[in-house]
């Protein structure tokens, strides 16, 4: 298996790396409620992966084993089952970090005004 095998977990692992450091910088609880992540995440999720699956099945298209690991499930590469979990992960800390921004902007002009 050679380094092009590992480009999307690369990704992925890009995305993580970039949004994970919100959770402390903004004391974020997000992962601290696993159970309304996880729902989060399948319910974003799951209409994603069936649409692969039928779409792989159809031939619609396809993926590049040269650029893909070698293990699958339901014929999509594992990689891609993580992307539809990674990018709802990386959506939703990345709204939770931006609404924390703006409260503390609005709390610091809140108390420049005073």
């Known amino acids: 298996m050679s380094l092009v095998h590992w480009s999307y977990v690369a990704m992925l692992a890009f995305c ?29 999720g799951t209409p994603f992966v069936v649409w692969d699956l039928y779409a792989t099945a159809a031939g619609h298209w396809s993926f590049d084993a040269g650029q893909t690991l070698p293990w699958r499930v339901g014929g999509l590469p594992l990689e ?14 990345t709204l939770e970090g931006v ?5 503390r902007l609005a709390s610091a002009a809140h108390e420049g005004d005073a």
């Not at 609404?99 to 409260?103: I, Q």
């Open 99 to 103: 609404s924390a921004a703006r409260r």
């Open 16 to 44: 993580l790396a970039g949004t994970l450091p919100l959770v402390p910088a903004f004391r974020l609880d997000v992962l601290r409620q696993p159970r309304r992540l996880l729902l989060t995440v399948l319910l974003a």
């Open 80 to 93: 891609e089952i993580g992307f539809f979990v990674v990018i709802p992960l990386v959506a939703v800390l």
